[in-house]
C-alpha cells in the first residue's frame, strides 16, 4: 500500500499547528499566566518548552518520519511487544479525550449561534449550567439528553468526517490551509478589538504583570510542564503519524521548532484579547480584575459572555471569539481522529473511506453521554484520568522505548542529516533522563493527590467506575488490538536510517 504523502511541508507544518491549537491555547494558558505570576511564568514555561516540550517534539516527529509508521507500527518496529504503546496512546485519546473534547466543540457551536443576540441573557452562569446545561447533582443521575448540545456534536462529527474521509492531503491539509489563517486573521481582529476598549490596559497588568516571587513554588514549574506536554499533544500519537507521512527528505527539527513556537506565540496573544475584555468587564462593574476572571471552562462560557454583554457590538465580538475556538477545535479534533485512523490502515489495510464513516459514527455514539444532563461531570472525571494518568504515562514510556531500548544516534544522526538545525548530546540527555524525571514527578504528585482526597469531591465510585476503568479498558483494547496479527508488510521494512 502506498503511504499517503503530504502536499508540501507547510501543508504539515500547519496541521501540526492545527493539533497542537486547541481550546486551551484560549483560556487555559492565559488563566495560568495570571495565576502564576503574570510576565514571570513565561521564566518556567519557556524553561519548559525548551527542555521537554521541544525535545519530545522532535522525538514524536522523528519517530514516525524515520520508522515511517503510525504510533503503533513505529513502536513495533523499535520493539514488537511494545506495539501496544502506541495502540494505547491512539485509543484512549480516540475513545476517551476525542469523544468529550467534541462536545465541548458543540458547546462553542450553540455559544457563535447564542452571540448574535446575546442569548445567554444577564446572568450566564445562571444560564450555562441551569438553562443550557441542565445540570444534575451528581454524575450518577445522567438524566436527559440535552438537544442543542446533542445537534451540534453531530454537526461537529459530521465536520470532522468530512475533513479525514478525504484524505490527508486532500482534506486534513487543505482544511489546515483554510483553518489556521482563518483562525489567525480572528484572533487578529479579536486582540485589535480588544485594546481599544476602556480597561484594557488594567486587564493586560493583571495577565503580564511580573511577581517573581510566585514562581519560586515548585508547583508553578510542575504546571508549567503540564501545560508544555499538553498543549503540544505529546503523547496523543499524533505528531508520530503526521510525520509518518512526510517524504524522505524533511526538515524535521526546523518544523519542531516552528510548531512549538508558533503554539506558544499564540497562546500568549489569545490571552491578550481574553484579559483585555476582563479589564474592561472589571472597570465597566466598578471591580478589581481578579473578582471578574474564572478558569476554564467558566471563563469560556460564563466570564466571557457577561463581559459581551456590556460591551459595544459584544454580539459581533462574541462571535469571532467563539467562532476562533470552534475552528481551533476542529483542527486538533481531527488530527486525534486521523492518529487512529493511520494505526488501523497501518495494520489491517483498511479502506479509508469506510473505516473513517465507521468511526465517527462509534465516535458520535461515544460522545452521547456527554450531552446529557450529568455530561459535564463524566467529562471532568474522563480528562482528569486519561490527561493525568494516561498521557503522562506513554509521555514516560516512549522516552524509555525510544531512549533506551532503540539506538537514539542512530536517530538522532537522521535528524541531523536532513534538518538544518543540528541536534547535540543535549537531546540524549533530555530523552533518556530529563523529561522521563519531569513526567515521573507530575505522575507522582498526581498519584498522591488522587489518594489523599477524592479528585472534585466526587465520590470514589464514581471516579472508579468513570475515570480508573476508563483508563483500563482502554488499555485492555489495545493490548488486544496488539495481539492480533498484522494484514500489511509496513511491519517489515526498515526504518530511513536503516534503508
Request: proline share 3%; net charge neutral; aromatic share 18%.
Given at each position: 500500500m502506498e503511504r499517503e504523502r503530504w502536499k508540501s511541508q507547510l501543508g504539515f507544518l500547519l496541521a501540526a499547528v492545527g493539533?497542537?491549537?486547541?481550546?486551551?491555547?484560549?483560556?487555559?494558558?492565559?488563566?495560568?499566566?495570571?495565576?502564576?505570576?503574570?510576565?514571570?511564568?513565561?521564566?518556567?514555561?519557556?524553561?519548559?518548552?525548551?527542555?521537554?516540550?521541544?525535545?519530545?517534539?522532535?522525538?514524536?516527529?522523528g519517530v514516525g518520519h524515520e520508522r515511517i509508521g503510525s504510533a503503533p507500527l513505529a513502536y513495533a518496529k523499535i520493539r514488537k511487544n511494545w506495539e501496544?504503546?502506541?495502540?494505547?496512546?491512539?485509543?484512549?485519546?480516540?475513545?476517551?479525550?476525542?469523544?468529550?473534547?467534541?462536545?465541548?466543540?458543540?458547546?462553542?457551536v450553540n455559544f457563535f449561534l447564542l452571540s448574535f443576540n446575546l442569548g445567554w441573557g444577564n446572568d450566564p452562569n445562571t444560564f450555562f449550567f441551569k438553562e443550557f446545561l441542565q445540570l444534575s447533582g451528581t454524575p450518577a443521575e445522567v438524566g436527559m439528553i440535552r438537544t442543542p448540545i446533542f445537534l451540534a456534536v453531530a454537526a461537529v462529527w459530521f465536520a470532522n468526517w468530512a475533513i479525514v474521509y478525504r484524505g490527508v492531503a486532500g482534506g486534513i491539509e487543505a482544511a489546515n490551509r483554510i483553518f489556521m489563517?482563518?483562525?489567525?486573521?480572528?484572533?487578529?481582529?479579536?486582540?485589535?478589538?480588544?485594546?481599544?476598549?476602556?480597561?484594557?490596559?488594567?486587564?493586560?497588568?493583571?495577565?503580564?504583570?511580573?511577581?517573581?516571587?510566585?514562581?519560586?513554588?515548585?508547583?508553578?514549574?510542575?504546571?508549567?510542564?503540564?501545560?508544555?506536554?499538553?498543549?503540544?499533544?505529546?503523547?496523543?500519537?499524533?505528531?508520530?503519524?503526521?510525520?509518518?507521512?512526510?517524504?524522505?527528505?524533511?526538515?524535521?527539527?526546523?518544523?519542531?521548532?516552528?510548531?512549538?513556537f508558533i503554539n506558544s506565540g499564540y497562546s500568549l496573544v489569545a490571552g491578550t484579547?481574553?484579559?483585555?475584555?476582563?479589564?474592561?468587564?472589571?472597570?465597566?462593574?466598578?471591580?478589581a480584575v481578579a473578582d471578574v476572571v474564572s478558569q476554564s471552562i467558566g471563563l469560556a462560557f460564563v466570564a466571557y459572555p457577561k463581559a459581551l454583554s456590556i460591551m459595544p457590538a459584544g454580539n459581533l465580538f462574541g462571535a469571532i471569539f467563539f467562532l476562533c475556538l470552534v475552528v481551533a477545535g476542529i483542527s486538533s479534533?481531527?488530527?486525534?481522529?486521523?492518529?487512529?485512523?493511520?494505526?488501523?490502515?497501518?495494520?489491517?489495510?483498511?479502506?479509508?473511506?469506510?473505516?473513517?464513516?465507521?468511526?465517527?459514527?462509534?465516535?458520535?455514539?461515544?460522545?452521547?453521554?456527554?450531552?446529557?444532563?450529568?455530561?459535564?461531570?463524566?467529562?471532568?472525571?474522563?480528562?482528569?484520568?486519561?490527561?493525568?494518568?494516561?498521557?503522562?504515562?506513554?509521555g514516560i514510556a516512549e522516552c524509555v522505548l525510544v531512549g533506551w531500548f532503540f539506538r537514539l544516534d542512530v536517530l538522532r544522526r537522521h535528524l541531523n542529516r536532513i534538518s538544518s538545525l543540528q541536534l547535540g548530546p543535549w537531546w540524549n540527555f533530555c530523552?533518556?533522563?530529563?523529561?522521563?524525571?519531569?513526567?515521573?514527578?507530575?505522575?507522582?504528585?498526581?498519584?498522591?493527590?488522587?489518594?489523599?482526597k477524592?479528585?472534585?469531591?466526587?465520590?470514589?465510585?464514581?471516579?472508579?467506575?468513570?475515570?480508573?476503568?476508563?483508563?483500563?479498558?482502554?488499555?485492555?483494547a489495545a493490548f488486544f488490538i496488539a495481539s492480533r496479527p498484522w494484514r500489511t508488510n509496513h511491519l517489515a521494512t526498515k526504518g530511513r536510517a536503516e534503508s
Open positions: 493539533s497542537a491549537i486547541g481550546l486551551g491555547n484560549i483560556w487555559r494558558f492565559s488563566y495560568m499566566a495570571y495565576s502564576y505570576g503574570g510576565g514571570a511564568f513565561l521564566i518556567p514555561y519557556l524553561t519548559a518548552l525548551f527542555t521537554a516540550g521541544i525535545p519530545l517534539l522532535i522525538l514524536e516527529f501496544w504503546l502506541g495502540w494505547w496512546a491512539v485509543t484512549f485519546v480516540m475513545f476517551g479525550i476525542e469523544l468529550y473534547y467534541v462536545v465541548i466543540i458543540g458547546w462553542c489563517p482563518l483562525l489567525f486573521l480572528l484572533t487578529l481582529v479579536m486582540v485589535g478589538w480588544a485594546l481599544t476598549l476602556d480597561g484594557a490596559r488594567e486587564g493586560l497588568a493583571a495577565y503580564l504583570k511580573p511577581d517573581f516571587s510566585k514562581i519560586s513554588k515548585p508547583k508553578v514549574w510542575i504546571d508549567a510542564y503540564s501545560q508544555i506536554f499538553f498543549t503540544l499533544s505529546l503523547g496523543f500519537g499524533i505528531m508520530i503519524a503526521y510525520a509518518s507521512y512526510l517524504p524522505r527528505k524533511a526538515d524535521i527539527v526546523r518544523n519542531s521548532f516552528l510548531t512549538a484579547a481574553v484579559f483585555a475584555v476582563l479589564g474592561f468587564m472589571a472597570k465597566s462593574e466598578g471591580k479534533s481531527v488530527s486525534i481522529i486521523e492518529a487512529f485512523t493511520a494505526a488501523m490502515i497501518d495494520k489491517f489495510g483498511l479502506p479509508r473511506k469506510p473505516f473513517i464513516t465507521v468511526v465517527a459514527i462509534i465516535g458520535f455514539c461515544g460522545s452521547v453521554i456527554f450531552t446529557t444532563e450529568a455530561g459535564l461531570y463524566w467529562l471532568d472525571i474522563v480528562d482528569h484520568f486519561l490527561t493525568h494518568y494516561g498521557l503522562v504515562v506513554v530523552i533518556r533522563y530529563f523529561v522521563p524525571l519531569v513526567l515521573g514527578v507530575i505522575l507522582a504528585g498526581d498519584l498522591y493527590n488522587e489518594v489523599t477524592a479528585y472534585g469531591d466526587y465520590s470514589w465510585t464514581a471516579l472508579i467506575l468513570i475515570g480508573r476503568d476508563w483508563v483500563l479498558l482502554t488499555l485492555i
